[in-house]
């Protein structure tokens, strides 16, 4: 989809976003992706279109991956998730989380202010926002808002790396729902439900009103099962997985989990390019049960094949 872009001696890297699968699809797309490459170039989604553009002063083998969804239920869902995008490209290349994090946010208040400018009743939009910073020297960084994932995809396992930002979990933190519960909730089954998205803000801190700041899932607001999962932090990518950072149109179904359980077969063994291909084909010709029309986006990393006898870039922990 995006051609022309290099990620260096260590990643292979594929991307594609797409208004769906199906009889019935969405209007239009209003989900987005970024990928600066280790040369500083750059690939977006502008009114639905890639486009390619230069990032001045780029530091050399940084690489910068994201996944957005802009809210469908809201207006501008894809002027959102486009300004998101936009926005990530003025965004310095960083090795520290809590420096990232300080970026985003800024851009965050920025992006309310100008959509709240519009003057528009209801809600304002929103997007969701997972993103993987990968510095030439130093651990991956993972910063996480809304119910989009990265997951990590082994050859028999799936294993997610981010927690949704969903009702399910609001209640989990609050403990009234058990970990059984929460999984089925999340994972089992799906419900066009969030309750955190950049720009619109978030339900965590108050689930009676929205917040206009972003909640951070902190290992100590966190329930015991998910506290090796918050939204910000270095995370370790193994020479033996594949990476998927995807939108939920991808589990949009009756059946999430067996849908999902087919994506080792697809991925595996496969480069980065052929394994994206897999998986859209997948959709195509043997889509889940009851797969409901959305928005496709999704990224797939993976280590180079001569460089499958190491395990790199751990995280500091």
Known sequence: MFEGLHFGPRFEVAARSSIGLGPVTRAEN??????????????LLRGGVPVAQRVPGWPAGHLRLA???????????????????????AIPACSDIDLLSAHLDALHADLQRRFDALGERGPRPGTTLTLLEIPALGAPLLWHAGDSRLLE??????????????????????????EADWRRQVHGEHAPQIAQAFI??????????????LFALTPDKLPPWLRALPD??????????????????????ADPAEFIARWPRLLSGRDAQAGLGALFDEMAERP??????????????????????????????
Not at 200 to 213: E, I
Request: one cysteine or more; aromatic letters at 4%; hydrophobic letters at 40%.
């Open 30 to 43: 209003q989900d987005n992706c970024v990928l600066i490459d280790a040369d500083g170039n750059a690939g």
């Open 67 to 89: 996944v957005l969804d802009g809210m469908g239920g809201h207006g501008h869902g894809r002027e959102a998730a486009e300004a998101a995008a936009e926005g990530l490209l």
């Open 153 to 178: 995809i082994g050859a028999g396992s799936v294993a997610p790396l981010t927690v949704d930002h969903v009702p399910a979990t609001a209640y989990a933190m609050q403990g009234l729902l058990n």
């Open 200 to 213: 619109l803000g978030n339900t965590f801190a108050d689930p009676l009103r929205l917040d206009d700041g």
């Open 232 to 253: 910000r932090r270095a995370v370790t990518l193994r020479a033996d997985c594949s990476y998927l950072l995807a939108s939920d149109g991808f589990w949009s179904c």
């Open 288 to 317: 889940p049960v009851g797969l409901q029309p959305d928005n496709l986006t999704a990224i797939v990393l993976r280590f180079r094949p001569h460089r499958r006898d190491e395990t790199a870039l751990p995280a500091s922990n």
